[in-house]
């Protein structure tokens, strides 16, 4: 990788610390880069910088990139908690090097020469697993209980959990790929891969102005999510316990498939019906035909038969915080698109990743009703599951963890 020398701090990256971050949260896979890149500047492209060090880890707040990799790993039954603190602090020392764009070691392999950083983020998570192999079972949050079942799962425990979790996101492949190889090679000898998913969202710079992303359905997904500038946004999605977690967060994750062959049949008008949103623009169906993709839905709305405006078994309507008592996580997913099933339908769909300070209080209750009553359940497949405590950020010359392994 170059060493490209790049003036864009996390600042300019995601276009202000305040007001920038907040578009860039609530604008899915464009958010406010729009302010540091010019739709055509793929120089820039490369150069923007997200710091690996800062009080919250990269990859919560910033905007989707345009490539993903999920792994997960297992520790090896030999190594102890010193071998769990030299990982993080290998992990943690190549993922500052790669997103500053510097190379990530001596005898780099230069898959991703000539690209900057492009806005590349390293996350690293611990499972509930983790927690009794490197002996702090009395150390693991309440909040890394096992997720409940929900109806409908159709769980497969190879790509599910995990003892430690690392996403990778960058605007460019080579560089997102890269950077996971480079991880991967520094856990030799103390874990092992476990599972792998690759994932996408728009490429900044695709469409003509910033725009909300879409999923792989064809609605635009992500508008009502919480935005930095909310009241509450902190306390939704960061914890402030245990001491160790403090400034951290919960990733759930989720493969969840998508029915694509019997939902791209449905009329445009059941479509929307489902979701409870306009699919050309996201306005919401409570709005009527002015409404634009941030007006507020309102789940009280009727039309003039008295008919609910959106549906009783809309996606929006369940999942709102409103019908699930305030319950609200910040979603931050990919989408996925793996080749062919064997009966021939593609194997895709949505890597839904939410993260919250307290997964009681955000993921699970709301799965509980959309599993129970959201039509749009009869289009997907919950494949893959796990739980990840995502620790605060790392100070420079620190690493990720530390407070939990050293604390
Ligand atoms: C348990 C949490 C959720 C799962 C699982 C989930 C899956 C899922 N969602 C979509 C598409 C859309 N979701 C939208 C809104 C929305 N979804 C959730 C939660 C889960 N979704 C929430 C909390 C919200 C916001 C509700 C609100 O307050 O209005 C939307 C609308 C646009 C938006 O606000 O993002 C779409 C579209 C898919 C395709 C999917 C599984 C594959
Ligand atoms: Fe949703």
Do not use: C
Not at 95 to 121: F, I, K
């Amino acid at each position: 990788m170059s060493a490209r020398p790049t003036g864009l701090s996390r600042r300019a990256v995601i276009g202000g610390a305040g007001a920038g971050l907040a578009v860039g949260a609530a604008g899915g896979a464009w958010g406010g880069r729009a302010s540091a890149h010019a739709p055509t500047d793929r120089g820039t492209l490369g150069a923007a910088r997200v710091p690996f060090h800062g009080p919250h880890q990269g990859g919560i707040v910033e905007p989707a990139q345009a490539r993903a990799e999920w792994a997960a790993f297992d520790l090896l039954a030999s190594t102890r908690r010193d071998g769990l603190a030299a990982l993080l602090r290998g992990w943690s020392a190549a993922a500052a090097r790669m997103t500053a764009g510097e190379p990530a070691a001596e005898g780099e392999n230069q898959v991703a020469l000539d690209a900057g950083p492009s806005s590349l983020t390293v996350t690293f998570g611990f499972g509930a697993s983790l927690f009794d192999k490197v002996g702090l079972a009395d150390r693991r949050p309440e909040a890394l209980a096992a997720l409940p079942a929900f109806p409908g799962d159709a769980l497969d425990p190879a790509r599910s959990d995990g003892d430690l979790w690392v996403q990778v996101g960058a605007d460019d492949a080579l560089v997102a790929v890269h950077a996971l190889r480079v991880l991967a090679r520094l856990a030799t000898g103390l874990a092992a891969p476990r599972w792998l998913m690759s994932g996408f969202a728009r490429t900044p710079g695709a469409t003509p102005h910033p725009m909300t992303g879409r999923n792989l359905m064809g609605q635009v997904d992500g508008t009502n999510n919480p935005r930095p500038q909310d009241p509450g946004f902190a306390a939704t999605v960061f914890a402030t316990g245990p001491d160790w977690m403090d400034g951290g967060s919960y990733a759930v994750l989720r493969r969840i498939r998508m029915l694509l062959e019997g939902w791209d049949t449905l009329p445009l008008d059941k479509q929307e019906r489902i979701i409870g949103r306009r699919k050309s623009d996201g306005a919401p169906l409570s709005g009527g035909p002015d409404a634009v993709e941030r007006t507020p839905v309102d789940l009280a709305a009727t039309d003039p038969d008295g008919v609910l405006r959106i549906a009783p078994d809309a996606h929006v309507r369940l999942a709102a915080a409103d019908s699930n008592g305030g319950a609200a996580m910040l979603r931050r997913g990919f989408s996925f698109h793996d080749g062919l099933l064997a009966d021939g339908s593609p194997d895709a769909g949505l890597l839904f990743a939410a993260y919250q300070a307290d997964p009681a209080r955000g993921f699970v209750p709301v799965q509980q009703r959309l599993s129970r009553g959201d039509g749009l359940s009869r289009y997907l497949r919950h494949e893959a599951s796990a739980l990840f405590a995502v620790p605060p950020g790392a100070p420079a010359g620190g690493y990720v963890g530390q407070q939990l392994l050293e604390g």
